[in-house]
């Protein structure tokens, strides 16, 4: 076959490929239809609250290894990992299929470059920092995020954002979503979380009204929760590798007021894990006579057991 002709057979090949994938796209289900068959139940939802919670107990004013922002260790990109949104974006956005997906990554790569994953920290400017997502890629699939995440510092170290001293504060706020190609959108917003330095290598913890919520394109609330500590949670270690933390949370089904109260028991991290690898939450629901989660050495993989019955949960937010 002459180079012409090798071009014209590459060209139509193509524009097949193109047409088939947008046709396919075009008439598959809208995601307000399809994210309205998320089958994910109330309990499993619950444990996803709890594992953001504790996650971002790792994360408030961390660097990549877990520790906290203190003496030299500014907070780098650790907040929110692009791995957690590609998790949640995969869990909640079923819009189109995985053969309409691989189709567009083959055709049009430039489309789906993955730019979350680049996203960083602004530098330390009047006692906060900044991670703007600006409607980054997530890469492997058609979901966007936008919105940022703040750190604020007070304190003897605020000015150059870092916990020196007791008392000492970084309040984290999240103001976040993430979007799926059709309008589905999944967002943390609402009230603070912050980590407070009390002492050498304890520290507190408190988290008001943080609200996760999922909302189809056609406008229907599927997942409505908040989360909130009862009590100040008293963390020991300053560096993810042992971490252990006490105290108990308060979950809250905006959409049916089941509410629930969990209290963390020998929870610790280790090295490679955003998220304890050990130990137990649990408690009661208002609508549940007992709710548990143990935690496990597999990041993210929870065991989680409801009036009995047992079952096993990824959590989002951990890798």
Not at 28 to 40: L, N, P, V
Not at 51 to 72: K, M, P, R, V
Not at 253 to 281: A, D
Request: charged share 15%; with cysteine; net charge neutral.
């Amino acid at each position: 076959m002459n180079p012409e002709s090798q071009i014209i057979v590459s060209t139509k090949l193509t524009l097949a490929l193109i047409a088939t994938a947008v046709m396919s796209f075009s008439c598959s289900k809208d995601d307000g239809a399809a994210s309205d068959s998320y089958t994910g139940s109330e309990n499993t939802e619950i444990a996803q609250q709890a594992g953001d919670t504790l996650a971002s107990i790792d994360e408030i004013g961390g660097g990549t290894s877990g520790s906290y922002s203190f003496n030299n260790n500014l907070p780098v990109n650790n907040q929110f990992s692009d791995q957690s949104a590609k998790k949640i974006a995969s869990r909640y956005f079923k819009d189109q299929s995985t053969l309409t997906q691989a189709t567009f990554n083959h055709v049009l790569p430039l489309a789906q470059a993955a730019t979350c994953g680049t996203v960083s920290f602004s530098s330390c400017t009047s006692q906060a920092i900044e991670k703007d997502f600006a409607s980054c890629s997530l890469g492997t699939s058609t979901a966007t995020m936008s919105g940022t995440i703040n750190v604020n510092f007070a304190g003897t170290g605020a000015s150059s954002c870092r916990l020196t001293a007791n008392n000492d504060t970084a309040t984290r706020v999240p103001n976040f979503s993430i979007t799926g190609a059709r309008g589905a959108n999944f967002s943390v917003t609402g009230g603070s979380q912050v980590l407070t330095k009390t002492g050498t290598g304890t520290f507190s913890f408190t988290s008001s009204n943080i609200n996760r919520k999922f909302v189809t394109s056609a406008g229907k609330t599927l997942v409505n929760f908040t989360t909130s500590t009862v009590s100040p949670v008293t963390i020991t270690g300053s560096s993810r590798s042992g971490r252990t933390i006490t105290g108990s949370f308060k979950v809250v089904n905006k959409l049916n007021s089941n509410e629930c109260t969990l209290t963390s028991t020998g929870v610790t991290w280790s090295s490679g894990c955003n998220c304890p690898t050990s130990g137990t939450t649990e408690g009661t629901c208002s609508q549940t006579s007992s709710y548990k989660i143990d935690y496990t050495t597999n990041c993210g993989t929870v065991n989680l057991t409801v009036n009995g019955e047992s079952s096993q949960v990824d959590l989002d937010r951990c890798y």
